[in-house]
């Protein structure tokens, strides 16, 4: 459990699951799965600004953007959603952060096919190829790292299993309103060679001032973390504000790392899929 994990992508979205007797797309208590209904739609993009306050240094880092579209794979229509996170030039002189991930998920159930990362993080570079074969109930990784090298590995496949992306969807179309304040809802992602699970809380309903939006009225949740690199211990935990309206989108995340603080907010959105009726005007 002690190892690197993507900056960005850790920062922005802590994941989760917790296997079950149930099918794929039963493993939570999803909003709806018809079209009209999602919590997002093909065309949606969100574009995240990431701010870092340690010692002399308070300012925006990086942006982080957040897609969806349509695609047909290995004949099955499907999502293609992608989360690309990156320095600005002036701070890639001290550490250059390039993250990207990519799922294809499948459009009538939002269960993974394919999984890509490829990260570059300073000196440390480090790709993932993930196939889901849901048959034989194995992922069938193709990995690397630069202080590894390439290395093929069979990952067990339980019901409930996601990754990064893929997971990032499927949470927004769980049902908020099934879920009380105070209760938790574990979550499960498969990253690198091993699969995590953390849990998801519900705290309750506030508005939040977003700079550049204006004033959300939000559901927030707080997510347990996985020690490494980044988060100093297993304690430490992510908070989020999704909106509280059909779209569901993050709108802004806070939390505490091994040296000092990030947080995160939403500048920038694009093709919803419902009326952004949470933002307060």
């Given at each position: 459990m002690r190892r690197r994990f993507p900056l960005i992508a850790a920062m922005l979205f802590a994941m989760l699951t917790l296997a079950s007797a149930q099918t794929p797309r039963d493993?939570?208590?999803?909003?709806?799965?018809?079209?009209?209904?999602?919590?997002?739609?093909?065309?949606?993009?969100?574009?995240?600004?990431?701010?870092?306050?340690?010692?002399?240094?308070?300012?925006?880092?990086?942006?982080?953007?957040?897609?969806?579209?349509?695609?047909?794979?290995?004949?099955?229509?499907c999502y293609h959603a992608k989360i690309f996170g990156k320095t600005p030039k002036f701070y890639d002189m001290f550490f250059r952060i390039r993250e990207d991930f990519q799922s294809w998920f499948s459009m009538s159930s939002l269960t993974p096919i394919l999984f890509k990362r490829d990260t570059k993080e300073g000196g440390y570079y480090c790709t993932n190829e993930f196939w889901y074969d849901w048959h034989d109930r194995v992922i069938n990784a193709g990995l690397y790292s630069?202080?590894?090298?390439?290395?093929?590995?069979?990952?067990?496949?339980?019901?409930?299993?996601?990754?990064?992306?893929?997971?990032?969807?499927?949470l927004r179309n769980i049902d908020f309103n099934k879920i009380t304040d105070g209760s938790t809802l574990p979550l499960t992602f498969a990253i690198d060679d091993d699969v995590y699970t953390i849990r998801l809380k519900r705290v309750g309903v506030e508005n939040k001032k977003v700079k550049g939006i204006g004033t959300i009225r939000s559901v927030k949740f707080s997510v347990g973390v996985v020690a490494g690199e980044v988060f100093a211990s297993d304690d430490e935990k992510v908070d989020m504000w999704f909106s509280d309206d059909d779209n569901r989108i993050l709108v802004c995340f806070e939390t505490k790392v091994r040296w000092g603080a990030i947080d995160g907010r939403l500048c920038a959105y694009e093709n919803l899929n419902h009326p952004f009726s949470s933002l307060i005007q």
């Open positions: 493993c939570y208590q999803l909003h709806s799965l018809d079209r009209k209904s999602l919590a997002f739609k093909a065309g949606e993009r969100l574009t995240f600004q990431v701010h870092y306050n340690w010692g002399p240094v308070n300012s925006d880092v990086a942006k982080a953007y957040l897609s969806v579209d349509s695609t047909v794979l290995n004949g099955i229509p630069s202080k590894r090298g390439t290395r093929t590995v069979q990952i067990p496949l339980v019901n409930c299993v996601y990754d990064v992306p893929s997971l990032i969807y499927v």
